[in-house]
């Protein structure tokens, strides 16, 4: 069955190291998309990616980037990881306008 | 005008009770609508969805109501069971023709046995 991945499942680190969440996507689709989700602020849109090569900010992409080499997968990158970035990320996935979006089950990451 | 505001943040009800919640919106660009479920440690999972020509849509025990005078759509579970019991997000798909959503801020139930 086609999944969507994310790892690692949990992360702790510290204050302004660079970190790297992965995403890793079977079902073939063009467009990839990375949230945060936080108490009372529901699932906000970091970063989104149409095809390889192809990368937008969303609502709250200051201090992340993404990179789309491949259908598969999309990295976000903490350039340098602030306490405010704490939360719990989600990576989806969707093969087109009429079609939902698949989730992963998240990445808790810490930052002290 | 991009926000989805989702009502109540909690709700707690008896197995066999009906669940409802509640979803308003200002952009009238919107163009679909979905209902996510999710459970403690996983991601979101579609639940059902509807677009804005359509004023009711059921599956099973879910249905949603969607107001388009109003800006508001709902989430109504039917003879809630204990496995209902998670958080549900409504949702707009921003722009047409793009696939961004706008996510309410969640709402967390509790159905008890």
């Known amino acids: 069955d086609a999944e969507i991945t994310q790892s690692p499942r949990h992360k702790i680190t510290e204050t302004g190291r660079q970190v790297t969440l992965a995403c890793h996507q079977t079902?073939?689709?063009?467009?990839m998309f990375w949230y945060r989700q936080d108490l009372g602020h529901g699932l906000r849109l970091i970063h989104y990616?149409?095809?390889?090569?192809?990368?937008n900010k969303g609502e709250v992409s200051d201090g992340y980037s993404v990179s789309r080499s491949n259908t598969e997968d999309l990295p976000l990158t903490l350039e340098s990881a602030a306490s405010s970035q704490t939360s719990v990320y989600f990576c989806?996935?969707?093969?087109?306008?009429?079609?939902?979006?698949?989730f992963g089950d998240g990445t808790r990451l810490s930052i002290l | 005008q991009q926000q989805v505001k989702q009502s109540p943040q909690s709700l707690i009800v008896q197995k066999g009770g009906i669940s409802i919640i509640n979803c308003a919106y200002e952009?009238?660009?919107?163009?679909?609508f979905p209902w996510y479920q999710q459970f403690p440690g996983k991601g979101p999972a579609l639940l059902i969805a509807?677009?804005?020509?359509?004023s009711e849509k059921k599956e099973g025990r879910f249905t949603i109501s969607f107001n388009k005078s109003a800006k508001q759509f709902s989430l109504h579970i039917m003879d809630s069971q204990p496995g209902d019991s998670a958080t549900y997000f409504c949702?707009?798909?921003?722009?047409?023709?793009?696939?961004?959503?706008?996510f309410g801020t969640g709402t967390r139930l509790k159905v008890l046995a």
């Open positions: 989806a996935s969707s093969g087109g306008a009429n079609q939902p979006q698949h």
């Open positions: 079902w073939n689709h063009n467009n």
């Open positions: 990616s149409y095809g390889v090569q192809d990368t």
């Open positions: 952009n009238t660009a919107f163009d679909y």
């Open positions: 509807i677009r804005p020509d359509v």
């Open positions: 949702a707009a798909r921003g722009v047409s023709g793009t696939y961004k959503y706008i």
